[in-house]
């Protein structure tokens, strides 16, 4: 490529691309071998805004992407409803990495020189096939690791499994945001959410996900979501950036889509994180029968409150068994 042409922003499109943008959206149907409308509904799918047949908007990677997810439907691989599934949380989920990893690398270019076209398409021309191999990598990983979650819950164990689902928020997080500049909260959150996957990894939770200050995620044992909920606190204490925390645990039966989770549990864990004081944790009734017999916790139960969507809800106060019985 003339690198001229390559120091400008079609050039970086190409690069990002991987080609030049050739076909219209019912030629790139076409070619693939499906409706127009089929091809719609993928890209809607997948998080794209429409885009008029009389716009050359896509490339040979389109046809190729369009031709092998209908090909996995034709072979009975999967269905139509689970095709669109699948495309959506691949959508949702890339749409937030890509985001984040622009940022990141933007920023990381602009601390030597102007973030300029060339610059940019330099970067990109590096940086694209590594972080492509390493989404294949970390997919690879992440999808043989919830095989084997489902392989072993569906052969040893009902199908219907309690798991424990937790909430974790920055307290005064609003409020925050009004006197620190952007910079100072984009680090904030950083740092949050560093903490939040380091300590939910490390002791075999899993982040469902996160929403500016507040981070969604699940255990497999009650011990294993009260071990998270209190390393949360224990470490941003420890590290004295971050605000206080308020966690809400919850136990029971969860329904998982598309990579979230859904049910009671995760509805009561909301609301307990609500109403949860600065620095404390609030586990349910079944999470705290679940506790009542691990000597490396203490529960002490606190007076029922409304919440929305309950009449009143019962909770108790976690804490570990070596700290002081405060009042509540």
């Not at 940019?120 to 492509?132: D, G, K, Q, R, Y």
């Not at 995760?266 to 600065?278: E, G, H, K, M, Q």
């Not at 106060?317 to 009042?327: F, G, V, Y």
């Amino acid at each position: 490529m003339d690198p001229d042409a390559a120091a400008t922003p079609a050039g970086l499109e190409r690069e990002l691309l991987g080609g030049e943008r050739l076909y219209t959206r019912d030629e790139v149907a076409e070619r693939a071998g499906v409706t127009s409308e089929h091809a719609r509904t993928l890209w809607r799918a997948l998080g794209f805004a429409d885009v008029d047949n009389d716009k050359i908007a896509f490339t040979e990677h389109d046809v190729a992407a369009l031709r092998t997810v209908d090909d996995l439907v034709r072979r009975g691989v999967i269905d139509e409803e689970t095709q669109l599934a699948v495309t959506r949380a691949m959508g949702q989920s890339l749409s937030r990495l890509a985001e984040w990893q622009t940022a990141a690398i933007t920023e990381a270019i602009a601390k030597d020189a102007p973030v300029d076209a060339a610059a940019a398409t330099a970067a990109a021309h590096e940086l694209v096939p590594v972080v492509e191999g390493l989404i294949g990598y970390v997919w690879r990983r992440h999808l043989a690791a919830a095989a084997g979650r489902t392989l072993a819950s569906t052969s040893d164990e009902p199908a219907a499994r309690s798991v424990v689902v937790g909430f974790a928020d920055l307290v005064g997080f609003t409020s925050l945001t009004r006197q620190v500049d952007e910079t100072e909260l984009a680090a904030l959150v950083e740092t949050f959410e560093r903490l939040a996957s380091d300590v939910v990894a490390e002791n075999g939770g899993r982040v469902v996900k996160t929403v500016g200050d507040e981070v969604m995620f699940t255990a497999d044992e009650p011990s294993t979501g009260a071990e998270i909920a209190l390393q949360l606190g224990e470490r941003a204490e420890a590290g004295g950036t971050l605000p206080e925390m308020r966690v809400g645990l919850a136990c029971g039966t969860l329904v998982a889509r598309l990579g979230d989770v859904y049910g009671e549990p995760v509805n009561i864990a909301s609301r307990l994180t609500s109403i949860a004081r600065p620095g404390s944790i609030l586990v349910d009734r079944e999470l705290a029968a679940a506790l009542e017999s691990d000597d490396r916790y203490r529960l002490r139960r606190v007076p029922p409150r409304p919440v929305r969507g309950y009449a009143l809800l019962h909770a108790s106060r976690l804490r570990r068994n070596d700290t002081s019985d405060e009042d509540d």
